[in-house]
């Protein structure tokens, strides 16, 4: 199982660090994933990292602004998201691949619960 958490109110421009941590298994050899939903939109991903950690994706909109990151040995994904804006405001999902590297419009299959983060204007 995985569990999210580290949502909150933060002012834009403001920071936010996401955990994911990981239960009963290990995910070290899946591809990892934030994803986001905000009210009356479809969830997207927003971050995902490799096996290795060498590899990373970002959506085009956090690109500069977020950091995915992974912690093997414990198990654990992060996702750090500086200079917040309000259009960030959304349920964040931490999930995990079957493969060891992501690939676009794969689906995972693995989800964690959702934490929310809300950025005020």
């Known amino acids: 199982q995985l569990q999210a958490y580290g949502g909150g109110l933060v002012q834009a421009g403001g920071s936010l660090r996401l955990s994911c941590a990981a239960s009963g298994r290990t995910f070290s050899n899946n591809a990892m994933g934030w994803f986001r939903q905000a009210p009356g939109k479809e969830r997207d991903v927003v971050a995902a990292i490799s096996v290795s950690g060498l590899m990373t994706y970002y959506e085009d909109s956090v690109k500069g602004r977020f950091t995915i990151s992974r912690d093997s040995a414990q198990n654990t994904v992060y996702l750090q998201m500086d200079s917040l804006k309000p259009e960030d405001t959304a349920v964040y999902y931490c999930?995990?691949?079957?493969?060891?590297?992501?690939?676009?419009?794969?689906?995972?299959?693995?989800w964690g619960q959702g934490t929310q983060v809300t950025v005020s204007s």
């Open positions: 999930a995990a691949f079957r493969t060891s590297i992501y690939y676009r419009d794969t689906a995972p299959f693995s």
